[in-house]
């Protein structure tokens, strides 16, 4: 029997495995939200097209951030811990004294 796994579990896998692009989407979504909302406002063009390049920075920041605390949550716990375990050697790290 094979084990289902919940929304969470396949979306943080399908994170883990398509990074830049949830990235990317992110920051297209962010640029094409932010010039609808700025859109409505009575300023020129120039601004609009300034203060929504803003937004989605901030955005694109904000999930550059969640992508490096899955990455670091997979390094720690997931399959990449075994993965790279076996290329550390813990002797070579401990202190001599």
């Known amino acids: 029997m094979s084990e289902s796994k919940t ?3 396949s979306l943080r896998e399908w994170m883990v495995e398509h990074k830049l692009r949830a990235v990317g989407v992110v920051w297209l979504t962010g640029i094409v939200g932010s010039i609808a909302y700025q859109w409505s406002s009575p300023k020129k063009f120039q601004v609009k097209v300034i ?3 803003l937004n989605a920075q901030a955005i694109t ?3 550059l951030f969640g992508s490096a605390v899955v990455e670091y949550y997979d390094h720690n ?3 990449k811990a075994d993965k790279y375990a076996k290329y550390m050697h813990i002797e070579n790290f401990q202190n001599k004294d």
Do not use: F, Q
């Open 77 to 79: 716990t997931g399959k």
């Open 61 to 63: 920041l904000a999930a």
């Open 51 to 53: 203060h929504s390049r």
């Open 7 to 9: 929304k969470s579990e």
